[in-house]
C-alpha cells in the first residue's frame, strides 16, 4: 500500500505532498504524527484521508509531545520493530507555537524523526507571520507600506536551536531536491536520539507564484544562498550542498509577490542589501562557494 | 471499555475517491518518442499520478534509449505543470483542455 496517496486538497504546484512522499519513500512504514497546518488539512479530512500508514493529528502545539508518547508507548509494548515514528509539522508549529515541546522532546532524547515542512508563514490561514518568516518578506501581519517594509525581524535560526540540544542528526532539504531529501531522511534513521530535518517548500498562494515556478523557484532559494542545504552529524557539519555560480538574491525575490514591494519602497533597497548580506554570510559560514 | 465504532474512523487512502483531474485548466501530455524514462517527473508529481512503466513491446525497438516510458493518470492530475519544467528531455507539453478552447461567450 502507499503512505501517501492522490486525491489531496493541497493546490496545483505546493511544495507539502513533494517533500512528504519522499521523506515516506525512505521511511514508510513507519507512524506519522502532524501538527495543525496545511498539511492536515490537505490530507485528513474525515472520509478523504490520504494517508496509508498510521496517522494520528492533536493540537498545533503538541505534535512533539504526542510524537514522544507514542515512541515510549510502544517501547513499553515491545513493539519497536514497526517502524520508525515521523512528525510532520509546518514552520509556525515548530518554530513558534510548539517550540516548548518540541525543546522537551530534544532534551527527552526520544527517537523521534522530526520534519518542519518550512514554507515561510502562517499559509494555511491565509499567509501570517511565522518565526521562520525571512526578512522583507509580505505578509498579511507585516504588510508593506508606510509604517513597514515587510517583517523586519530576521529569519530563527531552527538548525542552531536545533543544534544548542545537541541533537544527533540536523539538516535541511528543499524540495528542489527530492533524491536528496530520501537519502537525509533514510540516513537520519541510522542515529539513535532525536533527529531533525527542515525542508524548504515553496507555497503557490503565499508566495504569489505560478504552480509550474514551484520547483525553480525553490531551486533559487538554494542557488543564491539563502537557504543553505546542510547535514550536521554530531554536531559536525558533514556536508553542505556546494554552489557553483552563486547568483544575486535579486533574482530569486523579483519572482514572487510577497517581495514585489522591495522594488519600489523607500527602504526596499536597504533590504535587499541586508537579505544579499545573509546570503553572502551564509556561503562565508558554511563554504558554500565552490 | 471505550469501544470505536467503525463511524469515527478513518480508513486508509480514502482520498483516492476524490478525482481531482478536473480542478486545472490543463493537463500534460508525453511524448513517448522523447522520454528518456528517467523517472524525474515521478519523483517531483506533488499529486502521485505519474508512474514509470514498461514501454509497449512494438515500440520498444523504435526507441532504443529507454525501456520505460512515463505515464500519466489524468484522474488526479491538478495540472500544476512542475513535471513539464523539471522534465529534462522535453517530453512534456502542458495542453489547455478542450472545454477551456475557443472564446467566451
Given at each position: ?8 486538497g493541497?493546490?496545483?504546484?505546493c ?13 514508510a ?27 494520528i ?29 515521523v ?10 507555537i ?13 527517537n ?13 490561514t491565509?499567509?501570517?507571520?511565522s518565526g ?22 530576521p ?11 545537541k ?8 524540495v ?18 532525536p ?5 524548504h517548500?515553496?507555497c503557490?498562494?503565499g508566495?504569489?507564484?505560478e ?8 531551486r ?54 541586508e ?15 565552490v | ?11 486508509p ?25 528517467c ?22 525497438e ?44
Amino acid at each position: 500500500m502507499k503512505a501517501f496517496g492522490s486525491g489531496h486538497g493541497a493546490c496545483p504546484g505546493c511544495g507539502l505532498p513533494i517533500a512528504v512522499k519522499n521523506v515516506l519513500e525512505s521511511v514508510a512504514p513507519c507512524f506519522v504524527v502532524n501538527s495543525t497546518g496545511c498539511l492536515e488539512i490537505i490530507s485528513s479530512q474525515y472520509g478523504k484521508s490520504a494517508w496509508g500508514v498510521p496517522y494520528i493529528h492533536s493540537l498545533f502545539e503538541n505534535a512533539a509531545a504526542v510524537a514522544a508518547g507514542i515512541e515510549v508507548a510502544l517501547k513499553a509494548l515491545g513493539r519497536t520493530d514497526e517502524g520508525p515514528i515521523v512528525v510532520f509539522a509546518g514552520d509556525g508549529a515548530t518554530a513558534d507555537i510548539g517550540i516548548g515541546m518540541l525543546s522537551g522532546m530534544f532534551d527527552r532524547r526520544h527517537n523521534v524523526l522530526y520534519v518542519c515542512l518550512d514554507n515561510e508563514a502562517y499559509q494555511n490561514t491565509g499567509n501570517q507571520q511565522s518565526g521562520l518568516t525571512p526578512t522583507g518578506c509580505y505578509t498579511t501581519t507585516t504588510p508593506s507600506g508606510k509604517m513597514l517594509p515587510g517583517k523586519l525581524g530576521p529569519k530563527k535560526d531552527m538548525v542552531a536551536i536545533a543544534l544548542a540540544h545537541k541533537v544527533p542528526y540536523v539538516a535541511t532539504a528543499s524540495v528542489a531536491f527530492p533524491r536528496d531529501i530520501r537519502r537525509k531522511a533514510k540516513r537520519a534513521l541510522d542515529f539513535d536520539g532525536p533527529k531533525y530535518l527542515q525542508i524548504h517548500s515553496p507555497c503557490v498562494t503565499g508566495w504569489g507564484i505560478e504552480g509550474r515556478q514551484a520547483i525553480p523557484i525553490a531551486r533559487l532559494a538554494v542557488e543564491t544562498g539563502l537557504y543553505p542545504i546542510l547535514e550536521y552529524e554530531y554536531g559536525k557539519l558533514v556536508r553542505v550542498r556546494k554552489i557553483k555560480q552563486r547568483k544575486p538574491v535579486e533574482e530569486y525575490l523579483k519572482l514572487q509577490k510577497r517581495y514585489r514591494h522591495l522594488l519600489k519602497h523607500p527602504r526596499g533597497y536597504e533590504i535587499m542589501e541586508e537579505l544579499q548580506r545573509i546570503a553572502d554570510e551564509n556561503a562565508m559560514k558554511f563554504g558554500l562557494d565552490v | 471499555m471505550i469501544r470505536i465504532t467503525l463511524g469515527a474512523v478513518s480508513k486508509p487512502l480514502e482520498s483516492l475517491k476524490i478525482k481531482t483531474g478536473d480542478w486545472g485548466a490543463e493537463y500534460p501530455v508525453i511524448d513517448e518518442e522523447k522520454c528518456i524514462g528517467c523517472g524525474e517527473c515521478e519523483i517531483f508529481c506533488p499529486d502521485l499520478c505519474i508512474e514509470l512503466v514498461e514501454r509497449p513491446e512494438s515500440k520498444k525497438e523504435e526507441s532504443k534509449k529507454a525501456k520505460k516510458v512515463a505515464k500519466i493518470n489524468y484522474n488526479y492530475c491538478k495540472g500544476c505543470g512542475i513535471c513539464e519544467v523539471v522534465c529534462p528531455a522535453e517530453a512534456i507539453k502542458m495542453e489547455l483542455k478542450e472545454i477551456y478552447k475557443g472564446e467566451l461567450k
